[in-house]
Each structure stands twice: as C-alpha cells, then as structure tokens.
C-alpha cells in the first residue's frame, strides 16, 4: 500500500480537485507507476494568505480561524500547538485577576498574546513570500527553491517553522539573508521587490 499525494503550494484561483487529479494521473504516467486500485482518495484545500481577523473582537479563535496558517507553506499544526500555551495564559491571567479583568480589556489582552505586533509583521513577510511564489513561472519557481534551500538551513528551518525574525531584527541574521535571497528574483525588478516588501512589513506595524 502506497500513499499518494499531489498538490498546489499554492495559487490563485485554487486549482480544481480535476485539475488536481490529471497532473496525478500523468505524473504516475511519466513515473511508470499503475494504481491498481484506490482504497480511499481525499481532498484538501487549506486557505492561505488573507487579512488577519478582526483584532480584537468577543469571539476568540486559535487555529486556522485565526490566521495561524503560514501563507507561504500551508503549516499549521506546530504552529497552533505553540500558541496555544500563550493564548491561555493571557485568558488565565484575565479571569483569574482580582481586578476582574473582562469584556474589552479581557478581548484585547487574548487577541494582542495571539497577535502581537512584531508576530503580525512576521507574518507580513511570510505572506510576501506566498505573493511572490504566486508571480513566477515554472522556470521562475525552479531556481527559486533552488536558491532558497540553496541558504544556511537555519534560515530556511526558521521561514518554514514560523520562527523566522522578530521585527527587530529586520536588516540582520535571517532577514537579511532572505532579503538578498528575493533581491534576486528571476524575472523582477530587485527595487520592485524591495519596496513590497518594506511595504508588507511596515503597514501592520504602522496599523497596528
């Protein structure tokens, strides 16, 4: 018994279960694997990128509803279990004070521990990465990963793990790395990619 899968990172639109299924069908073609038979077949649509929720507001999330899935990787899972820990110790804190912390201080304090400022910056950058995939061609694509796991694996172990940089440490360490690494995009203009990504980075950090 075999597990199969095919799959988008990610486009848009999303591609279609069909679509999906024929480049399965030909890629185990061009493999010269037969199925003989399907026990059981899935589908899967994860929606990445995206505005964050509405912060704060009464109705708390974690998970996907809250924005935790990395738009540039689909990851979700690691990355809830380890918010999770901060998110009830801010609603602990709340519902345990003294000072009988709740209604709109209660909302805050929950939304600011899941989305603090220098997070939302992150993820910023993290959803230029998926904006950035989104603007290349196959050959584009290619020599993007080519060059992106081409780096330190502690830069590229950190973008996909969510644990990249702080917004403090922009212009040092893994920053700058990734910075040169899409200041050399195949097909953009490096001045074009600089200025969206300075962008997308400072716009929460103004708003937030």
Known sequence: MIFLEETSLVSRPALSYTEVKKRMVARLRHLGIRVRSVIE???CLIPMGGP???IPQRVMAIGGNSGTVHPSTGYLVARTMALTPILAEAIAECLGSTR???GTPLYHKAWNGLWP???RCT???YRFGMEFL????L???TKFFDAFFGLEPHYWHGYLSSKFFSFSDLGTGPAMQFWKLHGKPPNFKRSNIYV???VGLIYPYVNG
Not at 134 to 137: G, N, R, T
């Open 196 to 198: 969206k990504k300075v």
């Open 41 to 43: 077949d899935e589908k």
């Open 123 to 125: 993820r910023e950058c």
């Open 52 to 54: 964050l929720p509405r």
């Open 134 to 137: 989104l603007k290349l061609d």
């Open 139 to 141: 050959n584009g694509t």
């Open 100 to 102: 009988m912390i709740r």
């Open 117 to 119: 400022v220098e997070r």
